[in-house]
Structure formats: structure tokens, C-alpha cells
């Protein structure tokens, strides 16, 4: 979530992405938010998230999201 309370979720990002840099695959990271301006958005492309999943959502705007980012199939037969 980027509003979390202490350490919001761009500072998380961040810090992920700075220690994932030397793992190989880079994590895939979604901003989950109800920021919806397109100036947040592309705030959040320029923080390093991957997609951005506006609050609230339903099942469907989520697997819309993640799908791109994931073994979709696989993991949308396991959830159903």
C-alpha cells in the first residue's frame, strides 16, 4: 500500500529494489492505492512498480494487474 503508515509503500519499493539488485530476477511489484491522479501513476512507474492496483478493486481489476506479472494461469486455476 503506498500510504502504510511509517514506511510508505515508494520508500518499501525502494528498498527492494536496492537490495534485489543483486539477486538476478527483479522482484515484480504492484502499487496498491486510491490515488487514481495520473500524475501518482506516474509517480509510481518512476518509484519502480510494476502496475498499480486503485483501492477499491474487485477480483477482476486484480487479476488484470497481476496477470502480466505472474504464472497467471497457474495460479488463477489454483485460487478458483
Same mark, same amino acid.
Given at each position: 500500500?503506498?500510504?502504510?503508515?511509517?514506511?510508505?509503500? =515508494?520508500? @518499501?519499493?525502494?528498498?527492494?529494489?536496492? !537490495? *534485489?539488485?543483486?539477486?538476478?530476477?527483479? #522482484? $515484480?511489484?504492484?502499487?496498491?492505492?486510491?490515488?487514481? =491522479?495520473? @500524475?501518482?501513476?506516474?509517480?509510481?512507474? !518512476? *518509484?519502480?512498480?510494476?502496475?498499480?492496483? #486503485? $483501492?477499491?478493486?474487485?477480483?477482476?481489476?486484480?487479476?488484470?494487474?497481476?496477470?502480466?506479472?505472474?504464472?497467471?494461469?497457474?495460479?488463477?486455476?489454483?485460487?478458483?
Amino acid at each position: 500500500d503506498i500510504m502504510m503508515p511509517g514506511f510508505d509503500g =515508494l520508500e @518499501a519499493t525502494k528498498a527492494i529494489r536496492n !537490495q *534485489a539488485n543483486n539477486q538476478g530476477v527483479p #522482484p $515484480k511489484i504492484v502499487a496498491v492505492t486510491a490515488m487514481k =491522479l495520473r @500524475a501518482n501513476l506516474d509517480k509510481f512507474v !518512476q *518509484a519502480g512498480f510494476n502496475e498499480y492496483l #486503485p $483501492k477499491p478493486f474487485s477480483e477482476e481489476q486484480a487479476e488484470k494487474a497481476l496477470r502480466p506479472l505472474v504464472d497467471a494461469d497457474h495460479i488463477f486455476q489454483v485460487i478458483k
